[in-house]
Structures are given as C-alpha cells and as structure tokens.
Nanobody, 133 residues
Framework: VQLVESGGGLVQAGGSLRLACAASGFNFDDYAIGWFRQVPGKEREGVSCISSSDDNTYYTDSVKGRFTISSDNAKNTVYLQMNSLKPEDTAVYYC???????????????????????????WGKGTLVTVSS
C-alpha cells in the first residue's frame, strides 16, 4: 500500500498550489481519501476529504471557499487545489485513506472530523507547503 504526495513547495500569500496523492495497493473506490496537515507543536488537522462510496466531501472551516478536492478514480489519484493561500496554511500536508465501502452507515469523512476516534488506515509521508507573507 502506498500513498505518494506531490505538489508541495514555497508560494507567496495569495498564490496557489495543487497537491496530488497517488494511491496504490488497495481498492481506491472503497476508501475515503483526503488530506491532513500538521505544524510543529500542534495536532494533525483534517483539511479535506472525498469519497465516491457515498458521494461525500468535507472541508475544514478555515479552507472553505479556497481549497477544492477532486478525485480521478481512473488514475487512483486525489487532488487538492489550494487557492488564496495564507501564511497560516503553512504545514506538512499528509494524504490519508480511510476504509469506507459503499453502503456503510454514516459519513465517510467522519475520520477527518474525529481522527482519534475513527482511526486512519493508511498515511502518506507528507509534503511541505510553505506560504510566505
């Protein structure tokens, strides 16, 4: 199983970046996939999630209207388009996958709201996003 992130880097405030997460080794359609981020000294935060099994998406409040998550199931890849970036978006961004087959009761992106309760099945190694002011 692999989740490989790409697309991080240094950008000025107000700029844009697109992260990609390429998944392999598991059935992509049975998982909610998305992004967490973490800065030193703080807990990992669920940023955004997408799931085809229940047609669900999730964004944390601080990125709504600025970030857009999308999925290319043919390529087993999830993207996070990040616009209007702010210095407070600076973090290591981790791709994550949570098992949620079609027909499961509840919300597939619940793990992004409460990761400690639900538990993430797979993690990528992370990609650094730095937004300068």
């Amino acid at each position: 199983v692999q989740l490989v992130e790409s697309g991080g880097g240094l950008v000025q405030a107000g700029g844009s970046l697109r992260l990609a997460c390429a998944a392999s080794g598991f059935n992509f359609d049975d998982y909610a996939i998305g992004w967490f981020r973490q800065v030193p000294g703080k807990e990992r935060e669920g940023v955004s999630c997408i799931s085809s099994s229940d047609d669900n998406t999730y964004y944390t409040d601080s990125v709504k209207g600025r970030f857009t998550i999308s999925s290319d199931n043919a390529k087993n890849t999830v993207y996070l388009q990040m616009n209007s970036l702010k210095p407070e978006d600076t973090a290591v961004y981790y791709c994550a996958a949570f098992f949620w087959p079609r027909g499961t009761y509840g919300s597939s992106c619940s793990a992004w709201r409460e990761p400690e309760y639900y538990g993430i099945d797979y993690w990528g190694k992370g990609t650094l996003v730095t937004v300068s002011s």
